[in-house]
């Protein structure tokens, strides 16, 4: 167990090695419509949240994001990894594939302990965070 502690965690590695496994590529769009329909059709609605409602989902999201840096900059593992949970939770809502993916990733690497690991994961989110607003509100 000693041995493990000290290994290096490569985040990108192993979500490389994942994709290979599984066939998966890390989605391209900020959002991702496949995700938004089967959010619909699981709760039987049109798909289409209202700009309150995304707006509402965002404001939660920066919140979030928030939070887990300020986890991050107190060392608090289990305070990160319940605010990547609540991440995840919010970004599947808007179907922000990126987003959920990240946030998922920060999960892992909290409950490790690889807080610089989490550190540039957290950055990236932020970007997608942007990404998304641009997405939803742009134009």
Sequence with gaps: MEI??????????????IDEITGRTRPQTPVDDEILSLL?????????????????VLASLGHLLRQAQTHLMRRDS??????????????????????????????GIARIGEFSVAADI???????????????FAG
Aim: charged share 25%; proline share 1%.
């Design 4 to 17: 493990l502690s000290k290994a290096k965690v490569q985040p990108n590695k192993i979500a490389k090695k």
């Design 40 to 56: 619909a059709s699981i709760s039987n609605a049109d798909g289409t949240a209202s700009v309150s409602q995304r707006s509402d």
């Design 78 to 107: 289990q305070a990160l990894d319940g605010a990547a949970r609540d991440l995840s939770l919010e970004a599947l809502k808007i179907g922000a594939s990126r987003l959920l993916s990240s946030a998922i990733e920060v999960q």
């Design 122 to 136: 957290l950055g990236r989110m932020e970007l997608e965070l942007v990404e998304i607003h641009e997405h939803y």
